[in-house]
């Protein structure tokens, strides 16, 4: 998974946990200290563990959207078509 910027004589690159900015001249990467991922899981384990909802950023119902993009996100990779919500 990852986001790549393009722009004039600059490309920002988001890959996983690491930020890489490439210029003309020099490439710099910046790599988290945090594994966000584990770091999610963990709130979401601990959230169902002591069943407090507060310590989950999105409610059921955004997640299930995200669901719902996602998967069409990867229909539309998949079959190079259009995928309409």
């Not at 069943?51 to 950023?57: G, R």
């Amino acid at each position: 998974m990852g986001v790549e910027l393009l722009g004039n004589n600059f490309r920002l690159s988001i890959d996983g946990t690491d930020l890489t900015i490439v210029e003309e001249d020099r490439t710099i990467t910046y790599h988290s200290k945090v594994d966000f991922y584990e770091e999610q899981d963990n709130a979401f384990i601990e959230a169902v563990r002591s069943k407090d909802k507060s310590l989950i950023l999105s409610d059921y119902k955004n997640g299930l959207e995200t669901l719902r993009v996602t998967l069409a996100a990867n229909d539309s990779q998949e079959t190079k078509d259009i995928i309409c919500l």
